[in-house]
T-cell receptor, first 115, second 114 residues
Framework: AQSVTQLDSHVSVSEGTPVLLRCNYS??????LFWYVQHPNKGLQLLLK??????LVKGINGFEAEFKKSETSFHLTKPSAHMSDAAEYFCVVSEQKGQGGKLIFGQGTELSVKP | GAVVSQHPSRVICKSGTSVKIECRSL??????MFWYRQFPKKSLMLMATSNEGSKATYEQGVEKDKFLINHASLTLSTLTVTSAHPEDSSFYIC??????????FGQGTRLTVV
């Protein structure tokens, strides 16, 4: 069975400083991994996805994530936080091979950005 | 990216009544749709998976007679919360995918049962 663990329930950074949101996964085969962002009372927006191509994945709004098989990690980073980045972030693994399968969500990380 | 429309975005209903939530894929044919429930400050909990033309597969602990799911076409799935009670109040989110696309999410529906 696949699973995903987000190591921090809450991260707080100052505007303009780097962001690091940590995610570790467990999978019996090469997984598809995603990061989604959710603003309050809104749906989910896909930030980026890894599907066995390049291990460094660039997403929207300056976010990127690196797939590290040896560490079973898929941490999300951004060089400089913006106030609008404050939201809930979910690391997600696809249960089935390919992209259209059932998604397993991490517990979420709330990102706060201080002025 | 593809668009998934969920309606209504917000609904308030009286205890004992039923509420229907629609999930539409607007620009692709969704062979699979998923329904999630999200409690405040919590992650998404998968309720059920529905494939067009067949019965939904419910996750353990989800009452299929209470949460009726219909996936009658490749662009529409509905979730009906029957005989709603205050404890059913939650944020419900659908997602739609095909064999060649990742899942796209609806905007969510905030259900409040009074």
């Amino acid at each position: 069975a696949q699973s995903v663990t987000q190591l921090d329930s809450h991260v707080s950074v100052s505007e303009g400083t780097p962001v690091l949101l940590r995610c570790n996964y467990s999978s019996s085969y090469s997984p598809s991994l995603f990061w989604y962002v959710q603003h309050p009372n809104k749906g989910l927006q896909l930030l980026l996805k890894y599907t066995s191509a390049a291990t460094l994945v660039k997403g929207i709004n300056g976010f990127e994530a690196e797939f590290k098989k040896s560490e079973t990690s898929f941490h999300l980073t951004k060089p400089s936080a913006h106030m609008s980045d404050a939201a809930e972030y979910f690391c997600v693994v696809s249960e089935q091979k390919g992209q259209g399968g059932k998604l397993i969500f991490g517990q979420g990380t709330e990102l706060s950005v201080k002025p | 990216g593809a668009v998934v429309s969920q309606h209504p975005s917000r609904v308030i209903c009286k205890s004992g009544t039923s509420v229907k939530i629609e999930c539409r894929s607007l620009d692709f044919q969704a062979t699979t749709m998923f329904w999630y429930r999200q409690f405040p400050k919590k992650s998404l909990m998968l309720m059920a998976t529905s494939n067009e033309g067949s019965k939904a597969t419910y996750e353990q602990g989800v009452e299929k007679d209470k949460f009726l799911i219909n996936h009658a076409s490749l662009t529409l799935s509905t979730l009906t919360v029957t005989s709603a009670h205050p404890e059913d109040s939650s944020f419900y989110i659908c997602s739609a995918s095909s064999e060649v696309t990742e899942a796209f999410f609806g905007q969510g529906t905030r259900l409040t049962v009074v």
